[in-house]
């Protein structure tokens, strides 16, 4: 069964400190994509990154950093020097395509990060 | 439009209203997608168009729901016969193809009273 598991239901922390969130998925295809979404009050679900089953690489983004590790289903993201307008909702999501044939999004249930000035 | 937009933002219903939710995807996007996300959890899939075509409506929890796209663009999520478990945000995505990345619209907040 495809299942996405956030472990963490909420995280509070100082300005300037580093923060994981962590994912662990399941699902029995190869091919596979996982995603990481940004949830500010607004409530629009800000895209952050996409990446694909065959790709194990680390990815960086100014201070933003994803850790894939196939090994263990797990698909982390963290965040360096953390500020006050990270504090969001963070959700991780599954889409595979070969199970669900839609490339529906299997969606985790979200980490609230609080980052206090 | 330069993103997914959904209207109206905030909708009260009376139990056993019909209700009707708009999502206007961003130009050119194939693919529609609309979930339903109740207080504090995450999204859940509800159907999938791809052009005009629904592919999947196997997360639409009753008959009482209904999704169409006639023309391949704007799309239209009906509720008939609300019930205060109807109750939550809707959210509309498109995604310019089934593996890209889904860009989500603001949402619908529906209470049914």
């Known amino acids: 069964a495809q299942k996405v598991t956030q472990a963490q239901t909420e995280i509070s922390v100082v300005e300037k400190e580093d923060v994981t969130l962590d994912c662990v998925y399941e699902?029995?295809?190869?091919?596979?994509?996982l995603f990481w979404y940004k949830q500010p009050p607004s409530g629009e679900l800000v895209f952050l990154i996409r990446?694909?089953?065959?790709?194990?690489q680390n990815e960086i983004s100014g201070r933003y950093s994803w850790n894939f590790q196939k090994s263990t289903s797990s698909f982390n993201f963290t965040i360096t020097a953390s500020q006050v307008v990270d504090s969001a909702v963070y959700f991780c999501?599954?889409?595979?395509?070969?199970?669900?044939?839609?490339?529906?999004?299997?969606f985790g249930t979200g980490t609230r990060l609080k980052v206090l000035a | 439009g330069a993103g997914v937009s959904q209207s109206p933002r905030y909708k009260v219903a009376k139990r056993g209203q019909d209700v009707a939710l708009r999502c206007d995807p961003i130009?050119?996007?194939?693919?529609l997608f609309w979930y339903q996300q109740a207080l504090g959890q995450g999204p859940e899939f509800l159907t999938y168009?791809?052009?005009?075509?629904?592919?999947?409506k196997s997360g639409l929890p009753s008959d009482r729901f209904f999704a169409e796209r006639p023309e391949g663009s704007v799309s239209t999520l009906k509720i008939q016969r609300t019930q205060q478990e109807d109750s939550a945000v809707y959210l509309c995505?498109?995604?310019?193809?089934?593996?890209?990345?889904?860009?989500f619209g603001a949402g619908t907040r529906l209470s049914v009273l």
């Open positions: 990446r694909n089953s065959f790709d194990e």
């Open positions: 168009f791809q052009n005009e075509a629904q592919l999947d």
């Open positions: 130009s050119g996007h194939v693919s």
């Open positions: 999501a599954l889409s595979d395509a070969v199970t669900s044939g839609t490339y529906k999004y299997i």
């Open positions: 995505a498109s995604s310019l193809q089934g593996t890209r990345g889904q860009y």
């Open positions: 699902t029995r295809d190869t091919t596979y994509y």
